[in-house]
């Protein structure tokens, strides 16, 4: 007789649309616990209703450009109902304002790196303490192909994939041996 599977707990950021959304649908359709999070849940009310309707969804506000302790006092709080606390995080909140390097304005410039650099390392010092205690976990951090390679128009997009690329790699080097 096979074991039972163990029921997970996903943190999965940028959950209001495309592959977010998807893999909220997903994750819920398993059994899996799920924790969704999006800047502004006010935006989505019909998706927050759906994933709170059901015994393990739950929606919350969480922008990853927020302070770390503002992000951490959120995943604390968000967490708290599941027992165990989180297993899975998937790091998928992305902004991306594109033009030339030269028209691209300053303060969309710094946005793009708080919310597709910062962001996830934010959520990754706030749940790492945790995974290290419990000697397990999966950091899942979303790039994309801009993220390995360049296109005119999507130069800070991309300078911000790549430092994303970087850390996940070096992360994973630092974590690895803690069973995360």
Known sequence: MAPEKKSLTWLITGSSNGFGLALT????????????????????????????????????????????????????????????????????????????????????????????????VRICNAVLPHMRERGRGTIANVSSLPGLMTWPAMGFYSASKFALESISEILASEVSQFGI
């Open 25 to 120: 649908r997903y994750v819920l359709a398993t059994g899996d616990s799920v924790i969704s999070t999006s800047r502004n849940p006010a935006r989505t009310p019909e998706l927050v209703e759906e994933v709170e309707a059901q015994a393990n969804g739950r929606w919350v506000t969480l922008d990853v450009s927020w302070s770390q302790d503002k992000v951490k006092e959120a995943i604390d709080h968000a967490e708290t109902p599941f027992d165990g606390g989180i297993d899975v995080v998937v790091n998928n909140a992305a902004y991306s304002p594109l033009g030339a390097v030269e028209d691209v304005q300053e303060d969309w410039a710094k946005a793009q790196f708080e919310t597709n650099f910062r962001g996830p």
